[in-house]
T-cell receptor, first 113, second 112 residues
């Protein structure tokens, strides 16, 4: 079956702009989580959505937000971009049941200039 | 969530068995141990998960002692393509969350 699809793969934005990243989970998966990966901070959890509801959130400012649609597809938005937001943004999907593995997409490489 | 400690890096040669140990002294009763592999500019990939004793699949084995305060990922006969970062995670999936806390990981470099 198809894996997790993230679009776009690469993105260049200017400081102060906003950006929306998209994630299509594996068919049948209801949980989508987002992560930010930078050389300095490593892989950090942003938030998780399950059945259109945010059920967990990491320690990121309010400029980072997300949502999930009824088909489980998810988007994350970053407003008022800062240089430090340059990172690889990863989406992971899982069935949402106990002790199941997460499947990650290829990520979106965001560069803020 | 329990914090994990693992070596920053390891070197090996093709054909050797590699064992990466992870320490998780504060693991809770409901926590599971999971290992992920990540290649540059790609998302992490699930390798193996276990609760206690030994788990084996087609790519790796996971050894967990009785006290569960550590675990060892064993990769048999590594090849150049196994060069990657390996993350050990401990998480309680019993609750309504799939939040994964990644540590710094172990960079495994396999030489010819």
């Amino acid at each position: 079956k198809a894996g997790v699809t993230q679009t776009p793969r690469y993105l260049i934005k200017t400081r102060g702009q906003q950006v929306t990243l998209s994630c299509s989970p594996i068919s049948g998966h209801r949980s989508v989580s987002w992560y930010q990966q930078t050389p300095g901070q490593g892989l950090q959890f942003l938030f998780e959505y399950f059945s259109e509801t945010q059920r967990n959130k990491g320690n990121f400012p309010g400029r980072f937000s997300g949502r999930q649609f009824s088909n489980s597809r998810s988007e994350m938005n970053v407003s008022t971009l800062e240089l430090g937001d340059s990172a690889l943004y990863l989406c992971a999907s899982s069935s949402g049941q106990t002790n199941t593995e997460a499947f990650f997409g290829q990520g979106t490489r965001l560069t803020v200039v | 969530l329990a914090k994990t400690t693992q070596p920053i890096s390891m070197d090996s040669y093709e054909g050797q068995e590699v064992n990466i140990t992870c320490s998780h002294n504060n693991i809770a009763t409901n926590d599971y141990i999971t290992w992920y592999q990540q290649f540059p500019s790609q998302g992490p990939r699930f390798i193996i998960q276990g609760y206690k004793t030994k788990v084996t699949n087609e790519v790796a084995s996971l050894f967990i002692p009785a006290d569960r305060k550590s675990s060892t990922l064993s990769l048999p006969r590594v090849s150049l393509s196994d060069t990657a970062v390996y993350y050990c995670l401990v998480a309680n999936y019993g609750g309504a969350t799939n939040k994964l806390i990644f540590g710094t990981g172990t960079l495994l470099a396999v030489q010819p």
